[in-house]
């Protein structure tokens, strides 16, 4: 018996009932959300939340290709918006992922293709994860996060990209209680693994 008890606002209570876990497979959604986890570092997802209108703003709508062009003077730009998160080194990190994002683009032809195919396409669903057991980072977002590292991704360690694994539902880790665990299965691509069992 387990229900996930982490929306604690009207704001947590939203994201987690129509985006947290279910599988995005559009390569704007999935950028949106690999650099917000990257805002996230070091902070609460809830700030992140609060302040996500007006990133979206700075960031050009998170328009990969517009950011992948941004100058000195865009980065100084997004440091005077306002309610942004105003840390240099991650909305640099933004702008050279933004060109990496395009490069496995180019090579994958599209990120979705990328990143799904290293689970075969299929949402995982991790013995003893829908109980509550679920771990900050496993051998699938080291496997994920060793692989962008190599291609150049900055601020993406294992546990951010299991984070991010979770919120565009390659991995569904809803509570069996809570009725999202349920209404994603019944719509995803879905498969069992054992705890420590690789994609």
Request: proline share 4%; aromatic share 10%; hydrophobic share 35%.
């Amino acid at each position: 018996m387990h229900t996930c008890q982490w929306p604690t606002t009207p704001l947590y209570q939203e994201y987690h009932d129509h985006e947290w876990g279910r599988p995005v497979h559009d390569d704007q959604k999935q950028f949106e959300h690999l650099m917000l986890e990257v805002m996230q570092c070091g902070l609460s997802w809830i700030t992140v939340l609060n302040k996500r209108e007006d990133l979206r703003v700075a960031f050009d709508g998170f328009d990969y290709k517009k950011i992948a062009l941004y100058t000195d003077a865009d980065v100084e730009r997004i440091m005077n918006a306002p309610n942004v998160i105003r840390s240099e080194r991650k909305i640099r990190a933004i702008i050279h992922n933004a060109q990496r994002f395009i490069e496995v683009q180019r090579e994958c032809g599209s990120f979705c293709d990328y990143i799904w195919a290293f689970t075969g396409g299929k949402t995982l669903i991790y013995e003893g994860h829908p109980e509550g057991n679920i771990p900050a980072k496993n051998e699938l977002s080291e496997r994920i996060s060793k692989d962008l590292k190599k291609r150049g991704f900055k601020f993406l360690g294992p546990v951010t990209i299991y984070s991010h694994l979770q919120a565009s539902g390659l991995i569904n880790d809803h509570g069996r209680d809570c009725p999202c665990f349920d209404d994603i299965n019944q719509d995803a691509n879905i498969v069992y693994k054992r705890a420590n069992e690789h994609a």
